[in-house]
């Protein structure tokens, strides 16, 4: 059971987790309130084609935040290529290019800890499929701070590597699929 | 080591009593992280540590070190180096031979630029001014020294750019570590200070690289940051920031836009141009 009451929705994905996250968007109630910040693994030099892509069928706006901007309802928020995404205690994004982490920049145990750090149980934390273990330790952090857990089912993932090192940390509140997932967003109050 | 923001606030306050070590006004996030990275690295276990340690100048100055953050690679972003090769070197300001990078970490922005410059003949034009307020990053930088980790995504990137594989020739390799060789850092010089405390005078530099520097900073000091940096431009310089941060409001009039994707600015010749248009 949980609250409900979340102030942030984080998503963390690799390999194979851009059709999950794009289905996602695709199915989510246009009027979902929470801002919801994406970290995904994503080739540094590639600057543009991910927020456009996602944008196709995304019911909700999907950009990619400047420094230090605020995190805005109904709005999703894509890592940048090549800057790690934290949030700052004030709701606003704070980017970053230090060295990478897990081999990843963005990383996102970076993005999924510093969430928990400012929304504790306020957070929502997913974690979908993909070929590192990057994400495990941040979502356990969001757990560790009584926020809300979710991780993809290792059945339903392309590749399992990312949720099943989340399932040897600790136990989520769900395990469930990308379907789930969505029912589970919408089944949130506006 | 856990930082909560009572500690992290006891930290900044203790080694402001230094100079060009006042913390206070960076991004709480970026303190947080970076401060239990530092300490980390200089085996600091217990807070209480800190007050007799900040008195070693040796200390101080790796602290220092570890807590500035390096420009990832040469020639990031491909895109801003081909605008300042293309437009910006074309149509610099005439009056100013100084190009300021404030905050330097390890070369790679000012190494990159001067190949630049190199291959388009302007090298003894300019003089390539950086600041770090660390010795030991000023040592490196001055004797062009790059990390070896970054040099294949170096040389992808020199290659995205110049579509010529001439980057080897730049550098020399000995005992592991590679230098960019003397003859193309002639006109490098980094000293040794912050320039937040020192800031090169008033219109004096034709062209500033500050990329992806402000991202630490909280909106106070991003401000106070670019305040400075206007005030040191000429005319008609150039100011050229990282792609995801933005211009403090109340200096947008004082700036054209010469590319908005790539952030390259250009200060305005006329006050409140856009008043005036």
Known sequence: MHDADFKIVVIGGSAGSFSVVSNILAAINPDFKIPIVLSLHRLKHLRSGLVEGLSLKSLIKVVEPNDKDKLMPNTVYLAPANYHLFIELDGTVALSTEEAFNHSRPSIDYTLSSAAYVYREKTLGILLTGANKDGAQGIKDIADKNGYTIVQDPLTADIDTMPKAALRLFTPNEVISPKQIVQFLNSLPI | ?277
Request: overall charge neutral; charged content about 25%.
């Open chain 2, 1 to 277: 080591m856990d930082l909560g923001i009572n500690d992290i606030k006891e930290i900044t306050s203790a080694m402001s009593d230094y100079p060009d070590m006042d913390y206070s006004n960076y991004s709480m996030s970026f303190l947080k992280r970076r401060l239990s990275y530092a300490f980390a690295l200089l085996n600091l276990r217990r807070l209480n540590q800190l007050p007799e340690r900040l008195k070693d100048p040796n200390f101080r100055d790796k602290l220092i070190s570890n807590l500035s953050v390096d420009a990832t690679e040469m020639f990031r972003d491909p895109a801003v180096w081909r605008l300042i090769r293309d437009k910006v070197l074309s149509d610099m300001p005439k009056e100013s031979e100084k190009i300021w990078f404030p905050a330097e970490a390890n070369g790679a922005e000012v190494f990159s630029l001067s190949i630049i410059l190199h291959e388009s003949s302007l090298t003894d034009n300019y003089k390539l001014i950086c600041q770090s307020p660390s010795i030991i990053r000023c040592n490196s930088i001055n004797d062009g020294a790059i990390s070896a980790g970054n040099n294949e995504i170096n040389q992808t990137n020199y290659k995205r750019l110049e579509n010529q594989n001439a980057y080897n020739s730049y550098f020399e390799t000995a005992d592991g570590q590679i230098n960019l060789l003397p003859y193309y850092r002639r006109n490098i010089e980094c000293l040794n200070e912050c320039f937040l405390s020192k800031p090169l005078a008033e219109n004096s530099a034709a062209l500033i690289m500050f990329r992806n520097i402000s991202l630490y900073y909280n909106h106070k000091l991003t401000k106070t940051a670019f305040r400075l940096l206007t005030k040191a431009l000429v005319k008609g310089g150039y100011l050229v920031i990282g792609i995801k941060e933005r211009l403090p409001e109340d200096l947008i009039d004082e700036f054209e836009v010469i590319d908005a994707n790539e952030n390259i600015y250009r200060k305005t010749t006329t006050i409140n141009s856009r008043n005036h248009a």
